[in-house]
């Protein structure tokens, strides 16, 4: 099959050209109008003169597939398709002489294509068709243009990126500081290059940390809260033996409004045995500051309340019951450096609306990273106590201070980092 193009300002000069050039053996297989305006005629010549007597019969008794397709109707005909298919017609009904050369088209008596014979219709649709392409490509380019500057833009960003900030950026991340952290702290410290500038950055987060301590021991009456599991008993008894060791055992009371878990307060007990200290249970028959009142000539009055899930319904009245206590009480939240910083805040937006007075940092010996609390209570504002890193009792809890809880972080960051690589390349 042999095909040919032929272009022509409009489509009856298209058509012309393909019958004065191809003859009436030609089938038109698609047009359209080219950017330039011009209109394009693909068409295929495969008529085989050579073909026998008998080939030529069986093929003029038997109907061209072009002429059956040729029959079927089409959205967007062609001027031309009438033409062809008249040819593709006559040729089927007329007699196959073996010595005769194919037919012509003047063989048929097909009247010459006249200028009016061109179907308005068909100039219209191809119009509507290449404006729409042309619509779509032009949609097309606005959003690679787009695409474009958002490469570029981002391509200058981060070719004003300073190497010394970007390193100094990296090192804070791997302390588990959020980026809001992060940003503010290098907004704030111009880096030099020199060996000082790590330690300014820390000195300079240091002074971000809220910190509520003072020279004074925690006296009078204080809450500990917090959900489930984050180590609120444990850090009672801590201080409680503190206490107890310096002023001895007449001056401190343990009290528990924990009455929803079964024996929930037999550990407070335990401790209240072994300091011989008092201890209370808030429960429905009784009231917290008709307790608070009783022990009021204490010096150091510690609450231990229920452990609950921030979803958890009873939640509720454990928290009514801390906002209807008596003014003096102090509450304390306990938040453990393993939690998640998403999970962190989570705590204390539901706890916060108790008016907290503080924060114990708890679990520092158990997290992989102390960053996440360290940039939660420093968004948050929430100032931090004391922090608890074990088990041992009365050690393992100390006043909060802002400097060693950096350095604690600072190396628990490097501790861990070590261990991964340990346990990562097997050495």
């Not at 008092?278 to 307790?291: A, G, K, M, R």
């Given at each position: 099959?042999?095909i040919r193009?032929f272009?022509?300002p409009?489509?009856r000069?298209?058509?012309?050209k ?7 053996d030609?089938?038109i297989l698609s047009?359209?109008?080219?950017a330039?305006?011009?209109?394009e005629?693909v ?7 050579s073909?026998p007597?008998?080939?030529?019969e ?18 967007n005909?062609?001027p031309?398709?009438?033409y062809f298919?008249r040819?593709?017609r006559?040729?089927?009904?007329s ?13 048929f008596?097909l009247p ?8 308005p219709?068909v ?5 509507l068709k290449n404006?729409?392409?042309a619509?779509q490509?032009h949609?097309?380019e606005l ?6 500057d958002?490469l570029?833009q ?14 100094a950026r990296e090192?804070?991340k791997?302390l ?6 992060v940003?503010?702290l290098?907004?704030d410290?111009d880096?030099?290059g020199?060996e000082?500038?790590?330690n300014r950055?820390?000195?300079?987060l ?5 910190i509520r301590?003072n020279n004074n021991e925690l006296q ?7 959900p489930t599991?984050v180590?609120k ?5 801590k201080?409680?033996a ?7 055992s007449?001056s ?7 009455t929803y878990r079964i024996a929930?307060?037999e ?7 072994i300091?011989n200290v ?14 608070l ?5 204490y ?5 231990d309340t229920?452990?609950?899930?921030p ?9 009514l ?10 509450k304390?939240l306990?938040l453990?450096c393993t939690s998640q910083?998403q999970?962190?805040?989570?705590v204390?937006?539901?706890?916060s609306q108790?008016?907290l007075d503080g924060?114990?940092?708890?679990k ?10 360290i ?17 041992r009792i009365?050690d393992?809890?100390e ?13 628990t960051?490097?501790?861990y980092?070590?261990l ?8």
């Open positions: 099959m042999q193009r272009r022509a409009d489509m000069q298209a058509i012309r393909v019958r004065d050039a191809v003859g009436p030609a089938v047009n359209q109008r080219l330039t305006g011009e209109i005629i068409a295929a010549l495969d008529y085989d003169g073909l007597s008998s080939m030529a069986k093929k003029a008794s038997t109907p061209s597939p072009r002429s059956a397709q040729a029959k079927r109707p089409e959205q005909q062609d031309s398709a009438e298919e040819i593709e006559a040729k089927q009904y007699p196959a002489q073996p010595s005769a050369p194919e037919p012509q088209a003047a063989a008596d010459p294509l006249q200028e009016d014979q061109e179907d219709s100039e219209e649709a191809l119009s404006r729409d392409n619509r490509i949609e097309m959003e690679l243009q787009h695409v474009r958002m570029e981002q391509t200058a960003a981060n070719s004003k990126v300073n190497p010394i900030e970007a390193q090192k804070l791997r588990g500081l959020s980026d809001t952290v940003s503010r290098l907004d410290i880096l030099k020199r000082d500038d790590w950055l820390l000195a300079h240091a002074d971000y940390i809220p301590s009078g009456c204080i809450a500990f809260m917090g599991g180590g008993t444990t850090s009672i008894g201080i409680a503190q206490h107890v060791l310096k002023h001895g007449g401190v009371v343990l009290v528990t409004t924990d929930a307060h550990q407070l007990r335990t401790f209240g045995r300091l008092p201890v209370e249970v808030v429960n429905e028959y009784s009231d917290l500051n008709e307790v009142a009783k022990y009021s000539d010096s150091l009055v510690l609450v229920a452990g609950m899930n979803r958890d319904s009873n939640l509720e009245r454990q928290l019951m801390m906002k209807r206590a008596r003014v003096g009480l102090k304390l306990v453990p910083r999970v962190l805040k989570t204390i937006d539901v706890y108790v008016q924060c114990v940092l708890s520092l010996d158990e997290s992989a990273s102390l960053g996440e609390a940039s939660v209570v420093v968004e948050e504002g929430l100032p931090v106590v004391y922090i608890a890193d074990g088990q009365p393992d809890i006043p909060a201070r802002a400097h060693n809880l950096i350095s604690r972080a600072v190396y960051a490097e501790h980092s070590q991964y690589g340990a346990l990562r390349y097997g050495s």
